[in-house]
């Protein structure tokens, strides 16, 4: 079977580099949370991006990495034409024998001019890109730095050709609103360099959180197909206060959406397991990925896909960097509508749910 190793990739440094680079960022749940994110690298016109539902922190274990034809796809967003969303038809069928799918985000890699971009569901970048006035306060911290702010706008075509009206050619940091962070150079070395350098100017203080009912939330599941979180940071959406207030407005960026469905569905008090999911059935929320019990944790739907667990951990991360008083934007209904019928996210989350 060809590999991007065997086709002589592997002999190029800077490929060699970004699989590293990727396989790293990968490992990192405060840049990416299951198959989100990606990378890429342009080379001899052609643009090496991660596939659609592959995972970063895989890049060494298997091919995630797609050709694409960088002119004809830069063509067709000039026509806007709608064929360069999914990128598919623009793929090197020869050097792409798994058939893998380009990343729905693949013309974000495109339209900027540098060889190397990687974009990352930054934790310490959603906790400022959700704020109404992330403009001025982003200005404070990444002053000296090439940087431009693109409001929200559905991922894919639609995001790449607002983008693209708000950077110049050397722009090497892009916050995307209510979604992460882009950063961009002409080598692997200087993108991570930037990415880290980002990352740095926009930590922000972590809001410690009272400790799970591990005991209790055991005893709430029964046999009803639910699980207490693994991860301590899911159940700091539950259990610190000023993070299930927040978590509460609605649904703060696409991933959420994608993975675990619009907004949260919290247990009311003294509500069982049972009675909650009845709830949650009539309000038209189906079997909710998460369920929140105030005060005391969370639980997973058994069932749920790997993502879904380091997914919600991204939304406790970004919660307890979050204070209530904050002029927080969540998205709209109709964000949250272009997000949940959207051809190409119903693929990314029907591969996540097939077993690794
Ligand atoms: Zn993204």
Redesign the pocket.
């Known amino acids: 079977m060809s590999t991007a190793m065997d086709r002589g990739l592997d002999y190029d440094p800077e490929f060699s580099a970004l699989l590293d680079l990727s396989t790293s960022i990968g490992r990192d749940a405060s840049l990416v949370q299951g198959p989100?994110?990606?990378t890429s690298l342009k080379r001899d016109g052609t643009l090496w991006i991660k596939a659609s539902g592959a995972w970063l922190s895989q890049a060494r274990e298997r091919p995630i990495m797609v050709p694409v034809r960088l002119a004809p796809l830069l063509a067709a967003l000039d026509a806007d034409d709608p064929a360069c969303e999914s990128a598919a038809g623009f793929v090197i069928a020869d050097l792409n024998p798994q058939q893998l799918r380009p990343s729905i985000?693949t013309t974000v890699h495109a339209a900027l001019p540098q060889r190397v971009v990687l974009?990352v569901?930054c934790v310490e970048t959603i906790a400022w890109a959700v704020q109404a006035d992330a403009q001025s306060r982003l200005a404070a911290r990444l002053d000296g730095l090439a940087w431009a702010l693109v409001p929200y706008v559905r991922?894919g075509l639609p995001l790449t050709q607002v983008m693209r009206t708000l950077i110049s050619g050397g722009t090497t940091v892009v916050v995307?609103a209510n979604?992460?962070l882009v950063v961009c150079g002409e080598t692997v070395a200087a993108a991570a360099e930037t990415l880290r350098a980002v990352v740095t100017r926009l930590k922000r203080p972590v809001r410690p959180a009272p400790k799970p009912d591990l005991a209790a939330l055991a005893r709430l599941c029964g046999d009803r197909g639910y699980r207490p979180a693994q991860l301590p940071a899911v159940h700091a959406v539950a259990t610190d206060a000023q993070s299930l207030e927040i978590a509460r407005r609605g649904s703060l960026y696409?991933?959420h959406i994608v993975f675990l469905g619009r907004g949260v569905f919290a247990l009311g008090p003294g509500e069982s397991l049972g009675d909650g999911l009845q709830r949650a059935q009539r309000e038209g929320r189906g079997e909710p990925a998460l369920v929140l019990v105030p005060g005391t944790g969370v639980l997973i739907r058994t069932a749920a896909p790997p993502a879904a667990e380091a997914i919600a951990g991204c939304l406790g991360d970004v919660l307890q960097r979050l204070n209530a008083d904050e002029p927080i934007r969540v998205l709209s209904p109709a964000d949250e509508d272009a997000i949940a019928n959207w051809d190409a996210e119903l693929y990314r989350k029907a591969l996540a749910r097939r077993p690794a």
């Open positions: 989100g994110g990606n985000e974009h569901h991922p995307l979604h992460g696409p991933d």
